[in-house]
C-alpha cells in the first residue's frame, strides 16, 4: 500500500559490521531496511572505521550519515569522521532517524517544497496508472497530537502514529489507492468513481475515530479530512492544493471523531451527492452551530463569538462550513440557507443563560446576500423575531463572492449600523477583499484572514502585510480580529501591534452551547 515516498522516507542503509541489535532496533522504530536508500547508520559504538569509510560515499548521494555511539565523546568522534548525525545509545536512535531523513529532504530541495513535489510526483504516477478510473485526494490529520505527545510522550506519539497507519491500510485494502505519512498527516490517493471514493473516507474516518491502544494506554483522538476530486487532466499539484485547502478549512471542526470539508469538486459527482441530500437536511434538523470565541488581547476576556455552520451529514459524519455551501450553492439553497443558518444561531443566542448575556455573536452573510434587494429588512426582521438585542449581533461578510456594486450595497449596511448592529468584513487580506471595501462600506470590524496571522511570528512578509492591515484599521478607527490563532507567540504579536481581538484554538475550538459557558465560567474565574 505504501508509496515510494513513503517507503524511501522510512527506509534507512545499514552499515556492514554493525551488532545484531542494530537492527532489531531500526525495525522497533518503524524504519526498513534497504541498500538503495538516503539515510545510512553506521555503528559506531566500537570505533569510527564504518563512518570515515562510507564519508565520501554519502557526500556523493547527498545522504544523512548516522553514527550509532556509546557516548558524548563518541560523537564528537564520529562528528569528526563524517557523520552527519548522531545518536547516543539505542534509545536515541528512532528521532535520530528522522531528524537524518528531514536533512536529507532539505539538501534535495530546501525543505518542504521538496515534500511538496515528492508528493506531486507520488500523484501523477498514480493517476496516470489509473487513468480513466478517477482519483480522489485525502488529507486527514490527526487532531490533539500535540497533546498526546505532551502528556504520554513522543514514544507514545509515534506508535500512535504507526497505529493509524495500519489501521488506514487495514481500511483501505479492498481499494486502489497509496496512503503517504508526513508528520501526523496523511495523504491518501483513491481510484475509482465518487461512490467508491464516499465509501473509502467513511472507511477512513471510521478507522480513525475508534480509540487506539498505545502502550496500555486507551488515546482518543479526532481526525480531520479534506478530500477533493480530480477534474480530467487536472495538474497533480492542483489536486493536492485542494485537498490541502479543505484541511485547512477543516480545523473549524473538531472533537473526537471526524470532521470532513469536501473541496470543490471538478466533476460534480460527489457535489452534486451533497447538493441532494441538503435538501433533506435542514427539515430533519442536520444542519447546526457552534460557536468559536473571540478574546480580547487587552485583557484576555471572551467578548464574542462566530457561529459556524456544521453538518452532520448521516453517511458522511460532520461536515464544515465550506462543503455545506458548496452544496447549497450548486442546489440552489444559498440564501434559504443563509436565512436557516442566520435563524438558527440567534435562537441559540436568545436561550443562552444570564452568564453569557454580555457576549457578541457574529453571524455570516455572503456577499450575494448584502447584494441582495431587501437584505437588511429581513436580517433585522430575523433579529428582531429572535429577541436578541442588535448591539449584540454583528453581520459578518464573508468572501463567497466579489461584491459587483459597492456604492449600492452600503446603505443596507448602514441601515443595520443604525438599528444597533454592526458590519465586519471576514478573511481581509486574501480572498475578494480589497481596500475598495474600506474607503466605500460602512464597518466596525476587520478580521485578518488565518492564512496571514499563522504565519506571522515565522515570516517577515506575511509579518509585514498584518502590521498594514493593523494600521489601516487603527487610521480608520476599526477594530480587528484576527483568525486562526494557536500559538502564545501569535498572540503576543498581535498585541503589540495594536490587535483588538483574536479567534482561534488557543482559546478554544468552535464549542457548542454546553462548552461555551463551561469556558466563559473559567476565564471570568482566572
Not at 542494530?22 to 570505533?47: F, P, S, T, Y
Not at 521538496?114 to 510526483?121: L, N, P, R, S
Not at 514514544?155 to 483501505?172: E, F, I, K
Not at 498505545?214 to 492542483?238: F, L
Amino acid at each position: 500500500m505504501g508509496s515510494s515516498m513513503d517507503q524511501e522516507r522510512a527506509t534507512v542503509r545499514i552499515v556492514p559490521g554493525a551488532r545484531d541489535d542494530v537492527a532489531e532496533a531500526v525495525a522497533l522504530a518503524g524504519w526498513h531496511a534497504g541498500e538503495d536508500a538516503r539515510v545510512v547508520l553506521a555503528d559506531a559504538r566500537d570505533g569510527t572505521a564504518a563512518v570515515a569509510a562510507e564519508d565520501a560515499r554519502a557526500i556523493a548521494r547527498r545522504a544523512a550519515l548516522v553514527a550509532l555511539v556509546a557516548d558524548a565523546a563518541g560523537a564528537a568522534r564520529a562528528h569528526d569522521a563524517g557523520a552527519t548525525h548522531a545518536a547516543v545509545g539505542l534509545d536515541a536512535l528512532a528521532p535520530t532517524l528522522r531528524f537524518a531523513a528531514r536533512y536529507v529532504r532539505r539538501m534535495r530541495g530546501e525543505g518542504r517544497r521538496a515534500e511538496e513535489a515528492e508528493a506531486e510526483d507520488d500523484a501523477a504516477a498514480f493517476a496516470l496508472a489509473h487513468h480513466g478510473a478517477g482519483v480522489t485526494a485525502m488529507i486527514a490529520a490527526l487532531t490533539s497530537f500535540e497533546i498526546v505527545n505532551a502528556a504520554f510522550g513522543r514514544a507514545a506519539g509515534d506508535a500512535l502514529v504507526n497505529a493509524a497507519q495500519a489501521r488506514l491500510a487495514q481500511a483501505l485494502a479492498a481499494h486502489a489507492a497509496i496512503v503517504t505519512r508526513d508528520g501526523s498527516a496523511f495523504t491518501i490517493l483513491l481510484a475509482g468513481a465518487p461512490v467508491e471514493a464516499e465509501a473509502a473516507l467513511a472507511a477512513v474516518e471510521r478507522a480513525l475515530a475508534a480509540p487506539f491502544d498505545v502502550g496500555g494506554e486507551t488515546i482518543q483522538v479526532g481526525a480531520r479530512i479534506g478530500v477533493a476530486r480530480a477534474a480530467v487532466d487536472e495538474p497533480s499539484a492542483d489536486l493536492l492544493r485542494r485537498a490541502a485547502e479543505a484541511l485547512a478549512r477543516a480545523r473549524g471542526g473538531g472533537g473526537e471523531g471526524a470532521t470532513t470539508q469536501v473541496a470543490p469538486d471538478h466533476d460534480g459527482a460527489a457535489l452534486s451527492a451533497l447538493a441532494a441530500d441538503l435538501h433533506r437536511a435542514i427539515e430533519r434538523g442536520e444542519i447546526e452551530v457552534r460557536f468559536q470565541p473571540q478574546v480580547a488581547l487587552s485583557d484576555g476576556r471572551v467578548a464574542g463569538v462566530e457561529a459556524l455552520a456544521r453538518w452532520q451529514h448521516p453517511r458522511l459524519g460532520l461536515l464544515g462550513a465550506a462543503s455545506l455551501l458548496a452544496a447549497a450553492d450548486r442546489a440552489g439553497l444559498g440564501v434559504a440557507l443563509s436565512e436557516h443558518l442566520q435563524a438558527l444561531a440567534l435562537a441559540h443566542v436568545a436561550a443562552w443563560p444570564a452568564t453569557l448575556a454580555h457576549l457578541r455573536v457574529a453571524v455570516n452573510v455572503t456577499a450575494a446576500d448584502v447584494a441582495r434587494a431587501g437584505f437588511a429588512d429581513g436580517f433585522l426582521a430575523r433579529v428582531g423575531s429572535s429577541g436578541v438585542d442588535p448591539a449584540r449581533v454583528t453581520a459578518e461578510i464573508t468572501e463567497g463572492g466579489l461584491i459587483d456594486d459597492l456604492e449600492a450595497v452600503a446603505p443596507a449596511l448602514q441601515v443595520l449600523r443604525a438599528a444597533g448592529c454592526r458590519v465586519a468584513v471576514d478573511d481581509f487580506g486574501t480572498g475578494y477583499s480589497s481596500l475598495a471595501y474600506l474607503a466605500t462600506l460602512p464597518l466596525d470590524y476587520l478580521k485578518i484572514d488565518r492564512a496571514l496571522t499563522q504565519d506571522v511570528v515565522a515570516e517577515r512578509r506575511r509579518r509585514a502585510v498584518v502590521e498594514g492591515v493593523l494600521a489601516i484599521a487603527a487610521a480608520l478607527s476599526l477594530e480587528t480580529i484576527a483568525e486562526g490563532v494557536e500559538t502564545e507567540e501569535q498572540r503576543a504579536l498581535l498585541a503589540a501591534r495594536g490587535c483588538t481581538y483574536y479567534q482561534g484554538f488557543l482559546c478554544a475550538e468552535p464549542l457548542n452551547d454546553a462548552g461555551l459557558v463551561a469556558l466563559v465560567a473559567g476565564n471570568a474565574s482566572n
